[in-house]
């Protein structure tokens, strides 16, 4: 069985840092795409960071130069560090992965989410 389980939320202040991990067990995320998405209050769940051996990585315009996402595939974890965080980035954060090798596309698993919480 797949999991996904996601780690580091908190509050913070704005201007703040946050790393998130997300750990896989029951699969390996080596070669795999791997994504980062959050949700805030009444809002859709947007993509905030992917990363793959095909297309490297990927950010949304809204968090590029201050969020990176990095894997360790010896840790079958991948990482989103958030800088200079914002009270706009406050939300659910979720990591996904899919399920085979290669590009990135539809996500098949996701983690349960960490709560990001900035404030002004």
């Known amino acids: 069985q797949v999991q996904l389980v996601e780690s580091g939320g908190g509050s913070v202040q704005a201007g703040g840092s946050l790393r998130l991990s997300c750990t896989a067990s029951?699969?390996?995320?080596?070669?795999?795409?791997m994504g980062w998405f959050r949700q805030a209050p009444g809002k859709e769940r947007e993509g905030v960071a992917r990363?793959?051996?095909?297309?490297?990585?990927w950010y949304a315009d809204s968090v590029k130069g201050r969020f990176t996402i990095s894997r360790d595939n010896t840790k079958n974890t991948v990482y989103l560090q958030m800088n200079s965080l914002k009270p706009e980035d406050t939300g659910m954060y979720y990591c996904?992965?899919?399920?085979?090798?290669?590009?990135?596309?539809?996500?098949?698993?996701w983690g349960q989410g960490t709560q990001v919480t900035v404030s002004s």
């Open positions: 029951g699969y390996s995320l080596s070669n795999k795409c």
């Open positions: 996904a992965a899919r399920r085979l090798s290669g590009s990135c596309g539809d996500f098949n698993y």
């Open positions: 990363i793959s051996g095909l297309i490297g990585t």
